[in-house]
């Protein structure tokens, strides 16, 4: 299989809160263009199907690559008409890759749809790999024999200390490198906030921030290519 299923978010707020988030774009940017680039064809797909909002500070922040995507009008048109989770052939797909920004905090944990497409490309041999928040998406993912997949496993993810650099701590609805910890993950991250960091525990490949993108998208194809 050559197609790669990418997770976006619906929610454009912190919560109630007014001020606004959503989707980081550059993550998705990033990994689209890499992977498309190495062969694999990507489909994208959002909690809830439909529109997904932009994280306003990514797209102020946005490099030359991602403003050209931002530019090309089919590829914007496909973030207001993503596919719902649940409508997803999970037998479709060699991997699932979780894209962050703050709205992943409260649409990723609880959809049982992402969880079981999830579980379903892990157990069928693919890989499960996410970026920065979309590591909220893999918190509960639960596989056949009961165990969480994240349980004894290397992985990385938004940190505190950058959720404080971010300057944003007070708003999120938890501390995400501290409930990793609590589903028995084994936690590791770079020792300077927002530098890029990747990591890869067999077929889980997940990324520290934003920056990590194209570090954790070469990680991804490198375990492609050796299934």
């Keep these: 299989?050559?197609?790669?299923?990418?997770?976006?978010?619906?929610?454009?707020?912190?919560?109630?809160?007014?001020?606004?988030?959503?989707?980081?774009?550059?993550?998705?940017?990033?990994?689209?263009?890499?992977v498309r680039r190495a062969g694999f064809e990507v489909d994208i797909v959002s909690p809830g199907g439909g529109q997904v909002p932009l994280d306003p500070r990514s797209t102020r922040w946005a490099d030359k690559e991602v403003r050209?995507?931002?530019?090309?009008?089919?590829?914007?048109?496909?973030?207001?008409?993503?596919?719902?989770a649940a409508d997803v052939d999970p037998a479709r797909y060699a991997a699932?890759?979780?894209?962050?920004?703050?709205?992943v905090m409260w649409d990723f944990p609880s959809d049982t749809a992402l969880q079981q497409a999830a579980r379903e490309i892990y157990e069928n041999g693919g890989v499960v790999s996410s970026v920065c928040h979309g590591a909220c998406g893999l918190l509960d993912i639960t596989l056949s024999d009961g165990s969480l997949l994240v349980d004894g496993r290397?992985?990385?993810?938004?940190?505190?200390?950058?959720?404080?650099?971010?300057m944003v701590?007070?708003?999120?609805?938890?501390?995400?490198?501290?409930?990793l910890r609590k589903r028995?993950?084994?936690?590791v991250r770079h020792t300077i906030p927002m530098a890029p960091f990747a990591t890869a525990?067999?077929?889980?490949?997940?990324?520290?921030?934003?920056?990590?993108?194209?570090?954790?998208?070469?990680?991804?194809?490198?375990?492609?290519h050796r299934l």
């Design 154 to 166: 290397t992985v990385t993810g938004f940190s505190t200390a950058e959720e404080r650099v971010a």
């Design 201 to 224: 525990d067999g077929r889980l490949v997940t990324g520290q921030n934003p920056y990590s993108t194209k570090a954790v998208t070469a990680r991804l194809i490198e375990t492609l």
């Design 68 to 84: 050209d995507y931002m530019s090309d009008r089919a590829f914007m048109s496909s973030l207001d008409h993503t596919s719902k």
């Design 1 to 34: 299989m050559s197609r790669i299923l990418a997770v976006v978010t619906n929610q454009a707020t912190y919560g109630t809160n007014h001020h606004r988030t959503g989707l980081w774009i550059g993550e998705l940017v990033h990994f689209y263009d890499g």
């Design 96 to 103: 699932i890759f979780y894209t962050g920004g703050h709205g």
């Design 169 to 179: 701590k007070r708003r999120v609805p938890f501390l995400l490198e501290d409930e």
């Design 184 to 187: 028995g993950a084994h936690y």
